[in-house]
């Protein structure tokens, strides 16, 4: 895969993540299992901040493993975000409330474009709740821990998500696209409402390298 074309790949799939993580987090839904509902109601009460470690693991349509990282994460709200990922390639993705900056120390190579808004994206939902059930369908789960929910748009880069909880908290996102390839993010070590510099939200390209706008 070309350089350009893994940025943006990683861009989408970190704001469908993000998106879908935190609408879920601050948005509770009119219908869902109970159960989740209500872990999701208790987790999310005075929510402002989070912190987590997290696992990414992609597979391809057969069930073999593409890409599998790891790393840090943090969010502000209403719409500040960042990603760090160590291993197996340090990357960091920020999201300033206006731009979404992607920097790829191995490549030298910075790519930015506009955070998603409203309409293109659920992530506004953390001050905007009432726009999830515009963006989302909810389905029936045999699971009393997980939600499970499709796009409202026809034409879409996800065709399924299932959220699950694991001790009360969100554990496990998993997204399928209609190519039947799948992602997992898993959350680990959860920190609600930390203390975050605000520095953490901003971005200053370090000198030296590439900048790629608008892919």
């Not at 790949?9 to 009119?30: C, E, F, H, N």
């Not at 901040?49 to 493993?65: H, M």
């Not at 599998?68 to 960042?82: F, H, V, Y």
């Amino acid at each position: 895969m070309y350089p350009a074309e893994e940025h943006k790949m990683r861009l989408s799939l970190v704001g469908l993540t993000v998106s879908t993580v935190l609408a879920l987090i601050i948005s509770i839904p009119a219908v869902a299992q109970p159960e989740a509902r209500a872990l999701l109601a208790d987790f999310a009460r005075g929510l402002n901040s989070l912190e987590a470690e997290f696992q990414q693991i992609t597979l391809d349509s057969r069930g073999e493993t593409v890409e599998e990282s790891t790393g840090r994460m943090a969010w502000q709200s209403p719409d500040r975000i960042r990603w760090d990922y160590l291993e197996p390639f340090p990357q960091v993705i920020v999201g300033d409330g206006e731009k979404l900056w992607h920097y790829d120390e191995s490549l030298e190579q910075v790519t930015v474009r506009p955070q998603p808004a409203a309409e293109e994206s659920p992530i506004f939902v953390l001050t905007r709740p009432e726009l999830l059930e515009r963006f989302w369908r909810l389905l029936p789960s045999e699971r009393p821990d997980q939600l499970r929910f499709e796009p409202l748009a026809e034409q879409s880069e996800v065709e399924l998500a299932r959220l699950t909880f694991r001790d009360g908290r969100p554990w496990a996102l998993d997204i399928f696209d209609p190519f039947g390839q799948s992602t997992r993010l898993t959350l680990e070590e959860i920190r609600r409402n930390p203390a975050i510099e605000p520095e953490r939200f901003e971005f200053e390209v370090p000198e030296g390298v590439d900048v790629l706008e608008g892919l």
